[in-house]
Nanobody, 126 residues
Framework: QVQLAETGGGLVQAGASLKLTCVGS????????MGWFRQVPGREREFVAA????????EYADFVEGRFTISRDDAKNLVHLQMNSLKPEDTANYYC???????????????????WGQGTQVTVSS
């Protein structure tokens, strides 16, 4: 069973950048599509970005608007989310998740992801 842990969150001002990292342990992330989601208290968890097994297909939520980049480093068992030009509305708890089913495609639906980290808080002040 794989365990996921997110790091890299924090408090930043609008326009700043953060790089979130998802660390996998217990088994390799290689062979699984990976996703990032975010959640604000009282609201549904929403899709942010996903990357397929080989890293040659990525998808992003519309609100990303080219500001975020998801990447993976299977040699180190890591998945990153580089976030630039952060906005106050990006404030949320960010989660990484593993989808062991899809190979060449990715899913935007949280129900398709089987393992989740505990999340890392991102707060963007105006």
């Amino acid at each position: 069973q794989v365990q996921l842990a997110e790091t890299g969150g924090g408090l930043v001002q609008a326009g700043a950048s953060l790089k979130l990292t998802c660390v996998g342990s217990g088994r390799p992330l290689e062979g699984s599509s990976m996703g990032w989601f975010r959640q604000v208290p009282g609201r549904e968890r929403e899709f942010v970005a996903a990357i397929n097994v080989h890293g040659d297909k990525t998808e992003y939520a519309d609100f990303v608007e080219g500001r975020f980049t998801i990447s993976r480093d299977d040699a180190k068992n890591l998945v990153h989310l580089q976030m630039n030009s952060l906005k106050p509305e990006d404030t949320a708890n960010y989660y990484c998740a593993r989808d062991p089913i899809r190979y060449s495609t990715v899913s935007r639906f949280s129900a398709d992801y089987f393992q989740w980290g505990q999340g890392t808080q991102v707060t963007v002040s105006s």
